[in-house]
């Protein structure tokens, strides 16, 4: 039983694949006419979002109150948090609302890891700055069994802005945790220094894109944000694309049964194609529809058994 | 449930002490003994198991007009092989297939916070649905009552039946809530200290019911009723 | 001041049970001491005297952030943890580029009277590294600055740098180069490597220390100049000084207790108490600071004791301030990774945390062993106590130490400041 999920690190392989099979309940209830469960009736979920993100916000929205839960969302914009309120100062606030559990989005690394030690209830980690994204690496694990039949014994490639990627963090983690093998591929100014010594098993680095494509059952494009040229990471979005981007050549480099990736939201023409994220390889679409389910799944296990 | 609003002073039918032949006397099972892993006094053997199957398949045939229109559901995790066990014997007996389900309630309970989160259940539902039919809802033990009350609210949400009924394996005693079941295989008078163990060939690999008392044994896996994973 | 202690049976440093005599603020008498009269006698069976220890590294925050530190608080800190001097930075609000600044922070120290507080100037004006200050006007002020520092910052430009160097040639000053190649280390949060790369902190990599270093001993060396380096962390730093030292340049250094004990995996669980600049470091450079300690390629520990309010730590990791409290743990930290593994005796902890101190920051009264004539400024420590730090036992206005529950060997238990005790029986005396 976990009480946080901070980081995919807190997950072992048989609480991960728990989540995935609870997730997969889940949705099944989406199907129904009455998609409402009263799992988590009389319980409090804050959202606490200190970084825009329409997506990930909506998404565990909609997951608690799928789940019968109270959801009240706090974001940046309109509260107090952007006057300048201190996170401990919104943390004893939220302790004294009686949250059950708090979703947090926030642009520092470690940010959930601070609440944690305010808080009473459970922390859920929606994405800390550039460390992890646990939730996004579950939806992608499902989307990938959903699609595939399987995670263990995948190749994964993970390509582009490693990094600053909190996508990449969790993945790394959860999809080596479940058995897959992952490639991170990027321009080494994107990937971290010294991450070879600190790879998980089945993990590894690879600056040629062309080369891994051959050989992968899933291929996952980070976005890559303008500023990072700004930054010297590389020289100009052209070249960017034509080494790094996912386009209808490199696609075609893919196994037969390979699928596209993407934690959205894309930037097209510049890590991936509109050609390739509009393909019927690509999850894209089914990777939010997920999330509900993963999010619902991770809620349950969080609140279920901590009054 | 349905049913019994209607009927609420008719005993539900079930086989009683006298015409169970495995009952003459409990004190011919009280020797303490291994089963599959799990000690604890034997109640009933599988021989026992058989007959009261049949018994029941015999009163749900009995009672719902030959088993027209319905459908059995059973509640994971025994209460599953259970409903395929009185739907076979139904089919034997009368020809008739009775479509069978699985309905799992762990979403539904209200005792989360009390026991913790658990795997949740696949739920399958027969192709033709649950709609203006009559749902004998199955499960092993009834105990608290809750997991019934969690039963009848999933089954709302997924349908609308006609009329629903609950058949179980062993009714022990000790209701919380005013639920009681249409078809029993055994009335067994427990203490709250008690459990029971329902194992069945399907799961456990061996058809027997267990009685045991919490705590005698760390390795039994049967503990007290408010942490029992499934005692009802 | 008339007052007279007799210090009975305390052991130098590399010597046998001594009585000492102090009067009018100096040891008059070393040795077997047979007429006491008059005196207040301190039974130091099974103490360690040490010259008192010298700081060349605190942030006391006054003027600007009294709700952190005061001059008063943090002499105090000071004086429990066995200093009888510090050179206080000049990153306060309003900057110590000015003579009347300087002075100002000198005056509070003599004021408060627990430890002497020697003003360190900034080296350019407002730490902006443009312009020089006038570092002339603080070396001839009454506080007669000789260390000039725009630590906190990195003196970045080299052609700022080597002038500096020069000009304070003439007033026998040093520069102590905070060293930080800025454009290496913008946004960063923590030592660059593994751990950085898991917990997705922006890194700082050892080459931002280790390339300023190689740059400024180049120039100390070019232009004949006094250099000190401030909190070296790195093993190649180590490597670098080790070289320049070879060359007999004029280059002095110094390392925190901090980067002697911790390594960068306390940051896993982002409490910003262990956030630092620089950064806590790995395992191999722990052992390579504690290695050139010992050597003498790194002459001092200095403390870097830097008090941050609580809401400037009880924060998310990339919002809080770097820096730790230092001076009431440092003596303790330097015998738990010094003194215990054997890789110095008490001798060497009276070299690096006195006598060489007080000569890189031109402290005549400080750094001597007691002697008839010279101005009691003396340490007495129990080798023996071991003390679990709580933080809110601290002298310091604020509560970051990095040891909270640690415990750590040996006890201030006296200090003596020109022949008073600012601390007996390990308490401050006001």
């Given at each position: 039983m976990i009480k946080h999920l901070l980081s995919a690190d807190d997950l072992d392989r048989d609480t991960a694949i728990g989540i995935l099979d609870i997730a997969e309940r889940m949705a099944a209830t989406a199907g129904r006419e009455i998609k409402k469960l009263p799992t988590l009736r009389g319980r409090t979920v804050v959202n606490l979002f200190y970084e825009d993100s329409t997506r990930t916000r909506i998404?565990?929205?909609?997951?608690?109150?799928?789940?019968?839960?109270?959801?009240?969302?706090?974001?940046?914009?309109?509260?107090?948090?952007?006057?300048?309120?201190?996170?401990?100062?919104?943390?004893?606030?939220?302790?004294?609302?009686?949250?059950?559990?708090?979703?947090?989005?926030?642009?520092?690394?470690?940010?959930?890891?601070?609440?944690?030690?305010?808080?009473?209830?459970?922390?859920?980690?929606?994405?800390?700055?550039?460390?992890?994204?646990?939730?996004?690496?579950?939806?992608?694990?499902?989307?990938?069994?959903?699609?595939?039949?399987?995670?263990?014994?995948?190749?994964?490639?993970?390509?582009?802005?490693?990094?600053?990627?909190?996508?990449?963090?969790?993945?790394?983690?959860?999809?080596?945790?479940?058995?897959?093998?992952?490639?991170?591929?990027?321009?080494?100014?994107?990937?971290?220094?010294?991450?070879?010594?600190?790879?998980?098993?089945?993990?590894?680095?690879?600056?040629?894109?062309?080369?891994?494509?051959?050989?992968?059952?899933?291929?996952?494009?980070?976005?890559?944000?303008?500023?990072?040229?700004?930054?010297?990471?590389?020289?100009?979005?052209?070249?960017?694309?034509?080494?790094?981007?996912?386009?209808?050549?490199?696609?075609?480099?893919?196994?037969?049964?390979?699928?596209?990736?993407?934690?959205?939201?894309?930037?097209?023409?510049?890590?991936?194609?509109?050609?390739?994220?509009?393909?019927?390889?690509?999850?894209?679409?089914?990777?939010?529809?997920?999330?509900?389910?993963?999010?619902?799944?991770?809620?349950?296990?969080?609140?279920?058994?901590?009054? | 449930m349905a049913g019994h609003a209607r009927h609420p002073a008719r005993k539900p039918v079930h086989g009683t002490d006298r015409d169970a032949p495995s009952e003459t006397s409990p004190l011919q099972h009280v020797k303490s003994n291994t089963v599959s892993g799990i000690r604890g006094r034997t109640i009933l053997t599988a021989a026992d198991l058989g007959r009261i199957v049949d018994?029941?398949?015999?009163?749900?045939?009995?009672?719902?007009?030959g088993a027209t229109n319905t459908v059995l559901l059973g509640i994971p995790t025994r209460g599953v092989p259970l409903a395929a066990r009185l739907a076979a014997r139904i089919e034997a007996f009368e020809g008739r297939r009775v479509p069978c389900g699985t309905l799992d309630v762990t979403l539904?309970?209200?005792?989360?916070?009390?026991?913790?989160?658990?795997?949740?259940?696949?739920?399958?539902?027969?192709?033709?649905?649950?709609?203006?039919?009559?749902?004998?809802?199955?499960?092993?033990?009834?105990?608290?009552?809750?997991?019934?009350?969690?039963?009848?609210?999933?089954?709302?949400?997924?349908?609308?039946?006609?009329?629903?009924?609950?058949?179980?394996?062993?009714?022990?005693?000790?209701?919380?809530?005013?639920?009681?079941a249409d078809y029993v295989g055994k009335n067994m008078p427990t203490s709250r200290a008690e459990s029971v163990r329902v194992l069945l060939r399907e799961v456990d690999g061996v058809d027997a019911v267990l009685l045991a008392t919490a705590n005698s044994d760390g390795h039994s896996g049967v503990d007290g009723p408010r942490s029992e994973r499934r005692s009802e | 001041m008339t007052s007279t202690w007799l210090i009975r049976g305390a052991r130098m440093p590399g010597g046998g049970p001594t009585d000492i005599l102090i009067r009018d603020g100096v040891t008059v008498e070393v040795g077997t001491v047979l007429d006491s009269r008059g005196a207040t006698v301190i039974d130091a069976d099974g103490?360690?005297?040490?010259?008192?220890?010298?700081?060349?590294?605190?942030?006391?925050?006054?003027?600007?952030?009294?709700?952190?530190?005061?001059?008063?608080?943090?002499?105090?800190?000071?004086?429990?943890?066995?200093?009888?001097?510090?050179?206080?930075?000049?990153?306060?609000?309003?900057?110590?580029?000015?003579?009347g600044v300087v002075e100002q922070v000198w005056r509070l120290g003599r004021d408060a009277g627990l430890v002497d507080?020697?003003?360190?100037?900034?080296?350019?004006?407002?730490?902006?590294?443009?312009?020089?200050?006038?570092?002339?006007?603080?070396?001839?002020?009454?506080?007669?600055?000789?260390?000039?520092?725009?630590?906190?910052?990195?003196?970045?430009?080299?052609?700022?740098?080597?002038?500096?160097?020069?000009?304070?040639?003439?007033?026998?000053?040093?520069?102590?180069?905070?060293?930080?190649?800025?454009?290496?280390?913008?946004?960063?949060?923590?030592?660059?490597?593994?751990?950085?790369?898991?917990?997705?902190?922006?890194?700082?990599?050892?080459?931002?220390?280790?390339?300023?270093?190689?740059?400024?001993?180049?120039?100390?060396?070019?232009?004949?100049?006094?250099?000190?380096?401030?909190?070296?962390?790195?093993?190649?730093?180590?490597?670098?000084?080790?070289?320049?030292?070879?060359?007999?340049?004029?280059?002095?250094?110094?390392?925190?207790?901090?980067?002697?004990?911790?390594?960068?995996?306390?940051?896993?669980?982002y409490d910003p108490v262990f956030k630092v600049n620089p950064p806590l470091r790995t395992a191999a450079d722990v052992a390579a600071l504690r290695q050139a300690l010992a050597e003498g390629v790194i002459d001092v520990v200095?403390?870097?004791?830097?008090?941050?309010?609580?809401?400037?730590?009880?924060?998310?990791?990339?919002?809080?301030?770097?820096?730790?409290?230092?001076?009431?743990?440092a003596l303790s930290v330097v015998v738990k990774t010094m003194v215990e593994p054997g890789l110095l005796d008490w001798d060497g902890v009276a070299d690096r945390m006195s006598r060489i101190p007080a000569r890189i920051a031109g402290l005549t009264d400080h750094g001597h062993d007691p002697a008839p004539g010279v101005p009691a400024n003396l340490t007495l420590v129990d080798p023996t106590a071991r003390v679990r730090v709580d933080p809110s036992q601290l002298a310091s206005l604020s509560r970051n130490t990095p040891y909270a529950g640690m415990d750590l060997p040996c006890q201030v238990v006296a200090t003596f400041l020109r022949g008073e005790p600012t601390v007996l029986d390990g308490k401050a005396v006001r």
């Amino acid at each position: 039983m976990i009480k946080h999920l901070l980081s995919a690190d807190d997950l072992d392989r048989d609480t991960a694949i728990g989540i995935l099979d609870i997730a997969e309940r889940m949705a099944a209830t989406a199907g129904r006419e009455i998609k409402k469960l009263p799992t988590l009736r009389g319980r409090t979920v804050v959202n606490l979002f200190y970084e825009d993100s329409t997506r990930t916000r909506i998404s565990f929205e909609a997951a608690a109150k799928r789940l019968s839960a109270d959801v009240i969302t706090f974001s940046a914009k309109g509260s107090s948090v952007s006057k300048g309120e201190s996170l401990k100062d919104t943390a004893l606030t939220l302790q004294a609302m009686g949250a059950d559990a708090v979703a947090i989005r926030h642009p520092a690394a470690g940010a959930p890891h601070r609440l944690a030690g305010w808080i009473s209830g459970s922390v859920l980690n929606a994405g800390d700055g550039t460390h992890e994204h646990p939730t996004q690496a579950l939806l992608d694990a499902y989307t990938m069994r959903s699609r595939l039949g399987h995670v263990e014994g995948l190749r994964v490639a993970i390509v582009g802005d490693v990094l600053h990627s909190r996508v990449a963090r969790s993945n790394l983690s959860l999809l080596t945790t479940l058995g897959a093998e992952v490639i991170l591929v990027g321009p080494p100014t994107l990937l971290p220094v010294g991450f070879e010594k600190a790879l998980p098993p089945g993990a590894s680095i690879s600056y040629d894109l062309d080369a891994v494509l051959p050989k992968c059952d899933v291929v996952m494009m980070l976005r890559v944000q303008r500023e990072r040229m700004i930054d010297s990471y590389f020289p100009s979005e052209r070249e960017y694309s034509r080494r790094y981007g996912l386009d209808r050549r490199r696609m075609a480099l893919l196994p037969e049964h390979a699928i596209v990736m993407h934690p959205g939201p894309m930037n097209r023409g510049i890590e991936i194609s509109s050609q390739v994220a509009d393909s019927a390889r690509s999850t894209v679409v089914e990777q939010v529809a997920n999330g509900v389910s993963v999010r619902m799944a991770v809620l349950y296990l969080l609140l279920g058994g901590n009054a | 449930m349905a049913g019994h609003a209607r009927h609420p002073a008719r005993k539900p039918v079930h086989g009683t002490d006298r015409d169970a032949p495995s009952e003459t006397s409990p004190l011919q099972h009280v020797k303490s003994n291994t089963v599959s892993g799990i000690r604890g006094r034997t109640i009933l053997t599988a021989a026992d198991l058989g007959r009261i199957v049949d018994r029941m398949a015999h009163q749900i045939l009995e009672k719902t007009d030959g088993a027209t229109n319905t459908v059995l559901l059973g509640i994971p995790t025994r209460g599953v092989p259970l409903a395929a066990r009185l739907a076979a014997r139904i089919e034997a007996f009368e020809g008739r297939r009775v479509p069978c389900g699985t309905l799992d309630v762990t979403l539904y309970r209200d005792d989360l916070r009390l026991r913790g989160t658990r795997a949740v259940g696949p739920t399958a539902v027969p192709e033709d649905g649950i709609d203006a039919r009559r749902v004998i809802l199955v499960d092993d033990v009834l105990f608290s009552g809750r997991t019934v009350r969690a039963a009848l609210d999933a089954l709302s949400d997924i349908g609308r039946p006609s009329q629903v009924q609950l058949a179980v394996l062993v009714d022990r005693g000790h209701r919380e809530l005013p639920i009681r079941a249409d078809y029993v295989g055994k009335n067994m008078p427990t203490s709250r200290a008690e459990s029971v163990r329902v194992l069945l060939r399907e799961v456990d690999g061996v058809d027997a019911v267990l009685l045991a008392t919490a705590n005698s044994d760390g390795h039994s896996g049967v503990d007290g009723p408010r942490s029992e994973r499934r005692s009802e | 001041m008339t007052s007279t202690w007799l210090i009975r049976g305390a052991r130098m440093p590399g010597g046998g049970p001594t009585d000492i005599l102090i009067r009018d603020g100096v040891t008059v008498e070393v040795g077997t001491v047979l007429d006491s009269r008059g005196a207040t006698v301190i039974d130091a069976d099974g103490l360690i005297v040490l010259p008192g220890l010298v700081d060349l590294h605190t942030h006391l925050r006054e003027p600007g952030r009294e709700d952190a530190e005061t001059v008063e608080t943090g002499s105090r800190a000071a004086a429990l943890g066995g200093y009888t001097a510090v050179c206080a930075m000049a990153n306060t609000d309003p900057v110590a580029d000015t003579a009347g600044v300087v002075e100002q922070v000198w005056r509070l120290g003599r004021d408060a009277g627990l430890v002497d507080v020697q003003p360190i100037g900034a080296v350019t004006v407002g730490l902006r590294g443009e312009q020089l200050a006038e570092l002339g006007a603080m070396a001839t002020s009454a506080a007669r600055v000789r260390i000039f520092s725009d630590d906190g910052h990195c003196v970045a430009d080299p052609r700022l740098m080597r002038r500096a160097l020069e000009y304070v040639k003439a007033f026998d000053g040093v520069i102590a180069q905070h060293a930080e190649e800025p454009r290496l280390t913008v946004g960063a949060q923590m030592h660059e490597g593994e751990v950085s790369a898991r917990l997705g902190l922006t890194g700082w990599p050892a080459v931002a220390e280790e390339a300023i270093i190689a740059r400024d001993v180049l120039l100390a060396g070019h232009v004949d100049s006094r250099l000190h380096i401030c909190h070296v962390s790195t093993a190649g730093s180590v490597e670098i000084l080790r070289w320049a030292k070879s060359k007999g340049w004029r280059v002095t250094a110094e390392v925190t207790p901090h980067h002697l004990l911790l390594t960068e995996e306390y940051v896993t669980g982002y409490d910003p108490v262990f956030k630092v600049n620089p950064p806590l470091r790995t395992a191999a450079d722990v052992a390579a600071l504690r290695q050139a300690l010992a050597e003498g390629v790194i002459d001092v520990v200095a403390t870097d004791h830097a008090p941050h309010a609580v809401e400037d730590k009880e924060c998310e990791w990339a919002y809080a301030r770097p820096g730790m409290l230092g001076l009431q743990t440092a003596l303790s930290v330097v015998v738990k990774t010094m003194v215990e593994p054997g890789l110095l005796d008490w001798d060497g902890v009276a070299d690096r945390m006195s006598r060489i101190p007080a000569r890189i920051a031109g402290l005549t009264d400080h750094g001597h062993d007691p002697a008839p004539g010279v101005p009691a400024n003396l340490t007495l420590v129990d080798p023996t106590a071991r003390v679990r730090v709580d933080p809110s036992q601290l002298a310091s206005l604020s509560r970051n130490t990095p040891y909270a529950g640690m415990d750590l060997p040996c006890q201030v238990v006296a200090t003596f400041l020109r022949g008073e005790p600012t601390v007996l029986d390990g308490k401050a005396v006001r």
